[in-house]
């Protein structure tokens, strides 16, 4: 069992900066794929980034390449999520998640967080 609790949302001005975190709980949060998820009002919810157990594979949404940086520290049991040069549409409800395998699919993550709000004003 996996509890995550995000923090770092909050309201920026397109361009700015931002650093989400995911606290995890329960003692086999090493062994998971951690992932980064968004959904905006009246959107389905969307992949962002993701990284391995051992943090050396990364993998990134499309629109988050060259803007976002994931990242973990297994002995603070957290997950970042750096994200720069933020724009309006990068709005929306942003989750950290915990899946047993690599992927992008929603599905197959098996424990989330409760989400953080970010909003970016143009």
């Known amino acids: 069992q996996v509890q995550l609790v995000e923090s770092g949302g909050g309201l920026v001005q397109a361009g700015g900066s931002l650093r989400l975190s995911c606290a995890a709980s329960?003692?086999?949060?090493?062994?998971?794929?951690m992932g980064w998820f968004r959904q905006a009002p009246g959107k389905e919810r969307e992949f962002v980034a993701g990284?391995?157990?051992?943090?050396?594979?990364?993998y990134y949404a499309d629109s988050s390449k060259g803007r976002f940086s994931i990242s973990r520290d297994n002995a603070k049991n957290t997950v970042y999520l750096q994200m720069n040069n933020l724009k309006p549409e990068d709005t929306a409800v942003y989750y950290c998640?915990?899946?047993?395998?690599?992927?992008?699919?929603?599905?197959?993550?098996?424990?989330w967080g409760q989400g953080t709000q970010v909003t970016v004003s143009s």
């Open positions: 329960g003692r086999t949060f090493k062994s998971y794929t």
């Open positions: 990284l391995t157990w051992s943090g050396n594979s990364k």
């Open positions: 998640a915990a899946a047993r395998t690599p992927t992008m699919s929603h599905n197959a993550y098996d424990y």
